[in-house]
């Protein structure tokens, strides 16, 4: 007598819970997601095997590039426009509310005050163009701009946050050594002994046995 074979059906699996929850994630992640704002220079940073991390707020970062260049930026948009007016009254450069706007959107810059308000001045689109040409900010012994950005930016963000303010220092890996410490002496003459190496982080050695 034949063996009846009992029919059978295809497994089924609901995707639906599955879509639900890749939806969420990518909803969660796209309002909490903060894109790393666009740099006047992008510089290549040496690398290290050190795993400290930079504060996120109250930073003051110098960037050096291979053109022995410096840029100046501070992170928090009140204390960009404080440090502007104060550096500004000092060098008799006033700015206006627009220029003062659009300085407190930038990450950091790399011109004499002098030209500073031109550069304000200028369309988002120009302005990141003529930005990436600057000469860089002065720090000689005759006009030493950079060293009163840094001083102002500390007590203007000292005055708004009551909070102290971190200096790092980011140079590309082949800046001049030169600038690098001329950068480091010009803190040093105002007492300014504590600032961090930006560096990018790379694979410890692995310990043999």
């Known amino acids: 007598m034949p063996k009846v074979k009992p029919h059978r059906t295809a497994p089924s699996l ?5 879509v639900d929850l890749a939806f ?4 969660f992640f796209m309002l909490t997601t903060k894109f790393a704002p666009e740099e006047t220079v992008v510089v290549d940073a040496p690398s290290s095997i050190s795993d400290l991390k930079l504060p996120e707020n109250n930073v ?11 840029f100046f ?31 407190g959107n930038l990450t950091n810059f790399g ?12 369309s988002s689109d120009d302005r990141k163009i003529a930005g990436k040409s600057g000469t860089g900010i002065p720090m000689d012994s005759l006009n030493n701009q950079l060293i009163d950005w840094v001083l102002e930016a500390r ?24 600038t690098v410490q001329q950068v480091i002496k010009v803190l ?6 504590r600032f961090n190496l930006i560096t990018d ?3 410890k050695p692995v310990a043999t046995k």
């Open 111 to 122: 011109v004499p005050i002098g030209q500073l308000g031109s550069l304000l001045s200028m």
């Open 188 to 193: 040093q003459e105002k007492d300014i002994n």
């Open 155 to 178: 007590r203007a963000n000292q005055s708004i946050f009551k909070k102290p303010t971190y200096i790092a220092i980011k140079g590309d890996g082949d800046a001049d050594v030169p």
């Open 24 to 27: 969420l994630l990518v909803t």
């Open 73 to 103: 930026g501070v992170d928090a948009e009140q204390t960009k426009i404080a440090a502007l007016q104060r550096v500004g009254a000092k060098y008799n450069v006033t700015f206006t509310a627009a220029q003062a706007k659009a300085f």
């Open 60 to 70: 003051i970062t110098l960037t050096i590039d291979k053109n022995k260049r410096v």
């Open 14 to 18: 609901d995707m639906t819970p599955m």
């Open 201 to 203: 982080l790379e694979n």
